[in-house]
Nanobody, 122 residues
């Protein structure tokens, strides 16, 4: 089971780091993607990182501000979020699958976490 953490309430321009880990230590074998969903909006793919960490994809909306990385020794994938905007508000989920590809944001993922809330507001 995937578990996200690190969400919170921050002001615009602030930074947060989200973490995604699993209780059974199989995460290092999987590609991990981050998604977010705001109320009334469709789920949006944010970033994907291959199991090796060598292949990474980002959504245009976060490229240059967000960084996905992993520490396979800790069994954790991170999403470093900088220069946060109110538009980044939403529930953030991590998901696991066999790999990242060009269509990483459209495919079905078999494993999901419960989500962590990020709110960017004054």
């Amino acid at each position: 089971q995937l578990v996200e953490s690190g969400g919170g309430l921050v002001q615009p321009g602030a930074s947060l780091r989200l973490s995604c880990s699993d209780s059974e230590y199989w995460l290092p074998n999987y590609a991990i993607a981050w998604f977010r969903q705001a109320p009334g909006k469709e789920r949006e793919g944010i970033a994907c990182n291959s199991n090796s960490g060598l292949v990474t994809f980002y959504a245009d909306s976060v490229r240059g501000r967000f960084t996905i990385s992993r520490d396979n020794l800790k069994g954790t994938v991170y999403l470093e979020m900088n220069s946060l905007k109110p538009a980044d508000t939403g529930t953030y989920y991590c998901a696991a699958d066999n790999g990242c590809s060009d269509s990483w944001y459209q495919k079905e993922y078999p494993h999901w976490g419960q989500g962590t809330q990020v709110t960017v507001s004054n």
